[in-house]
């Protein structure tokens, strides 16, 4: 090996060693590997490949990734090239080490948050959408599509932009300005209702549970909501306020309509009392008052309990 490879070798910041390219005992190794795999010199140069290598290879960024074992016990993986060289005149190869263990390791972790992800999602009829402030991008889980239509949606993923327009133009701005009122003042739960729009143009009521989280600066970094459909709630609703509309009416007669002819009956008896001084016509005129007077009860009983809207 040139001199200047020598140098290369030992200076070089990726792990590397070279391997006999029958035997694959290893010949010698660089600081980095040493630092890397927490071996010390004389031991690494005692270990074979089979010592460091795990079976198992995954697919990475298009590259095949290796599974090697450190000191620790600690798995590292790696994408290893290697390249034929000759050296203390054998013939050996050249392994050259590329870590991608954190970006593998940040890459399980983000599955594993999706699976749970999906598995609270299917435990739940509300339609959940996981809102990441940084990149502006919404995760939506299978209610977007299976229950409010949008069929369009690509991966289960939108902006919040596009969110945004789906909220009815009455309720928006009232939403979003509620929304950066609370990530202004870092509240952590908080609910509101608006209508939102389906993928065939028509719109449904929904309850928005929104949780907000923080990193560990104290930073809001996502929104996680839970959308519940209440839209047959609010008809319901609807319904009881128009029939206490309705009720309120039939009231309005009974206590105007009904009392106005009641009222000159009323005004008649006194008349026929003043210009009739028969005992019997006054005996009748007393009847007709009673039953008059309590004609007139009747109603504003009616009139009271009717319900109001």
């Known amino acids: 090996m040139p001199t200047s490879s020598i140098d290369f070798f030992q200076l070089s910041p990726m792990p590397m060693w070279v391997a006999d390219a029958n035997t694959h005992e290893i010949l010698e190794v660089n600081p980095a590997a040493i630092n890397f795999y927490g071996h010390e010199r004389s031991a690494f140069l005692q270990l074979g490949l089979r010592d460091i290598e795990q079976e198992k290879v995954l697919t990475f960024l298009d590259k095949e990734i290796r599974t090697h074992r450190r000191k620790s016990g600690r798995l590292a993986y790696v994408h290893v090239i290697c390249n034929p060289l000759e050296f203390q005149a054998k013939q050996t190869n050249l392994f050259l080490i590329t870590d991608f263990t954190e970006s593998i390791e940040s890459e399980k972790k983000i599955q594993e948050s999706a699976e749970r992800f999906n598995i609270v999602s299917k435990a739940t009829s509300d339609t959940i959408w996981d809102y990441n402030l940084t990149a502006n991008e919404m ?47 870092k509240v952590t739960r908080w609910h509101d209702d608006y209508r939102f729009r389906c993928g065939d143009g028509s719109y449904r009521y929904v309850l928005g549970r929104y949780f907000l989280v923080f990193d560990e600066s104290g930073l809001p970094v996502r929104i996680i909501s839970a959308m519940e459909d209440v839209t047959k ?25 009904v009392r106005a002819p009641l ?38 009983n009616i009139a009271d309990k009717a319900p109001m809207v």
């Open 139 to 185: 995760v939506w889980n299978r209610g977007i599509k299976g229950i409010f239509g949008h069929k369009d949606v690509v991966n289960y993923t939108t902006s919040s932009d596009w969110w945004q327009m789906q909220v009815h133009p009455e309720d928006q701005q009232r939403v979003i300005d509620k929304m950066h009122r609370h990530l202004k003042d």
């Open 233 to 257: 709630r609010k008809e319901y609703i609807h319904a009881i306020e128009e029939q206490n509309k309705r009720f309120k009416e039939i009231a309005w007669i009974q206590s105007h309509m």
């Open 263 to 300: 009222a000159r009956i009323l005004a008649l008896v006194d008349l026929i009392r003043i210009d009739q001084a028969d005992e019997d016509y006054n005996v009748i005129l007393e009847y007709l008052t009673s039953s008059a007077k309590e004609l007139d009860t009747v109603i504003s």
